[in-house]
């Protein structure tokens, strides 16, 4: 079974440019969510979206985050303009959704240098 | 609110054993998880609590105390390839994120 897959793997850019990071999740993976994990420091929701619905956005920085699910399937996370302390690893996962039990499986990450 | 809390680094010996505890505050309680990540690599699955109970799996095993707000994850037989991070990770109430600890760094030494 195919995992979590997500790209770049790494972008460097300079502050107030834009980056964009794409996720594809398990094949049948109803739940995906968007984390951003500083060096140091356990992952943060951003986003968690059911479907192609957005269950939980409140902790996303709407003035320069966005995130889209389209189809319920991929997912961009977008930064627009970045700043020096968006430098972290942004990690999708995704899971089956629909009970308390749901382990989330983990994409390698994308990590995000801003200069 | 919601607090969850581990030390942030410990060391152990290869072969021995290592116990990283949890302590945690949230509103609601849906299952308690823990999370290997090696450095530069994403969190892997390792166990999921919802019960008060030991849950044993191979060399790791998993303690979860409900009314005391604390979990333990134990590590028998250390080997190099455990020197990691360990998160550990609480779902308040139904189908919501998970909250996530800033995770321990284990180092295991020879």
């Known amino acids: 079974e195919a995992g979590v897959a997500q790209s770049p793997r790494y972008k460097i850019i300079e502050k107030r440019q834009s980056v964009a990071f794409w996720c594809n999740p398990i094949?049948?993976?109803?739940?995906l969510y968007w984390y951003q994990q500083i060096l140091g420091q356990g992952p943060k929701l951003l986003i968690q979206f059911q479907n192609n619905g957005v269950v939980d956005d409140s902790q996303l920085p709407k003035d320069r985050f966005s995130a889209e699910r389209l189809k319920g399937v991929d997912s961009t996370l977008k930064i627009q303009p970045a700043k020096l302390e968006d430098s972290a690893v942004y990690l999708c996962?995704?899971?089956?959704?629909?009970?308390?039990?749901?382990?989330?499986?983990f994409g390698p990450g994308t990590r995000l240098t801003v200069l | 609110g919601q607090n969850i809390d581990q030390p942030t680094e410990m060391t152990a010996t290869e072969g021995a054993i290592v116990q990283i505890n949890c302590t945690y505050q949230?509103?609601?309680?849906?299952?308690l998880f823990w999370y290997q990540q090696h450095a530069g690599e994403a969190p892997t699955f390792l166990s999921y609590n919802v019960l008060d109970g030991l849950e044993e799996k191979g060399r790791f095993s998993s303690f979860l105390s409900r009314s005391k707000g604390y979990s333990y994850l134990l590590l028998k037989e250390l080997q190099m390839k455990d020197s990691a991070s360990y998160l550990c990770a609480v779902r308040d109430i139904g189908n919501t994120p998970l909250v996530f600890g800033k995770g321990t760094r284990l180092s295991v030494i020879a």
């Open positions: 996962a995704s899971s089956l959704g629909g009970s308390a039990y749901n382990e989330q499986f």
């Open positions: 949230t509103s609601g309680f849906n299952g």
């Open positions: 094949s049948g993976h109803a739940t």
